[in-house]
């Protein structure tokens, strides 16, 4: 697996602006590709306790049991060009949990599926190390897993998951953000684990992963793309005290991600500054910024919507911050929802 620049394969040249879809990952279609698969397999997303947005969800007689599955992607390829695979395991732990979380289960137990093209212990034994400090971060169980070694399928490696948690009948959010709620939002630790096809393709058209980082807390470019997933299973406890009705687990799509709580207009007004990582990529790829909160959380990582009179409390509980509000949903014929946020309407 390597990394291309760009410029020899009918890629975009260096001046043009780079979009996820020119990188290799178009959304819209990954959707409809999505809904197609749903429909082949006759799930039926509408039955009550069938799932959530992030969950599926067992009734299992007093309490849900839940499903999430998701894997670290793209990421890995940073991994392998830089030779450190120690924090990969906790980005697939993370982003698993994190989907729990905001359908407002529990997560409890975890196992992972590794596919290599040929084994290695070497980066076999970092994704372990990172797989155990991510159950720690997340305080459930490691229970298994399994490593397939298929050579004509993979080349280097994938790494996936899926996490098993549980909620009371009554304990999983509605998921549904009401007119007038506030918006409670949670700082990202980085990139996290989505968008990293157009994240590589920007800083490697001028750049190696190997470059020293011109911004501080990292020594090299990759090592910034590497910074592991926050984990925010500590906001559950806290979430479901104050009310929350619905939450947002900010990964592929971006901020679009809030209009998965309904036909509303979710107007953001004091997101978390976006760390310097976000202004590299965009400025290297010439990446507009539609296109990058589109595709990236820009600094929030997790959105809850809940009612005004306990979103301070809740905020200041979880070093959180309101950073905007649920309006009105936009009047059209298929209600669809917008979000507002930097002078963008998403």
Known sequence: MTEGDGSDDGGPDADDELTYADAGVDIDASEAATAALIGAVGADTEAEGSGSEYAGLLDIGDRYLALATDGVGTKLLVAEALGDYSTVGIDCVAMNVNDLVAAGVRPVAFVDYLAVDEPDERFAEQVGEGLARGADLADIELVGGETAVMPEVVSGLDLAGTCAGLAAKDGVFDGRAELGDALVGWRSSGIHSNGLTLAREAVTRDHEYADPCPFDGYETLGEALLEPTAVYTDLLDPMRAHGVRGAAHVTGGGWTNLERLGDRRYVVEDAFDPQPVFEFVRREGNVSDEEMHRTFNMGTGFVAA????????????????????????????????????RGLEL
């Open 306 to 341: 809940v009612e005004p009179d306990a979103a301070e409390s809740l905020a200041a509980e979880t070093d959180g911050r309101v950073i905007g509000r649920v309006e009105a949903g936009v009047d059209a014929p298929d209600g669809d929802a917008t979000v507002a946020i």
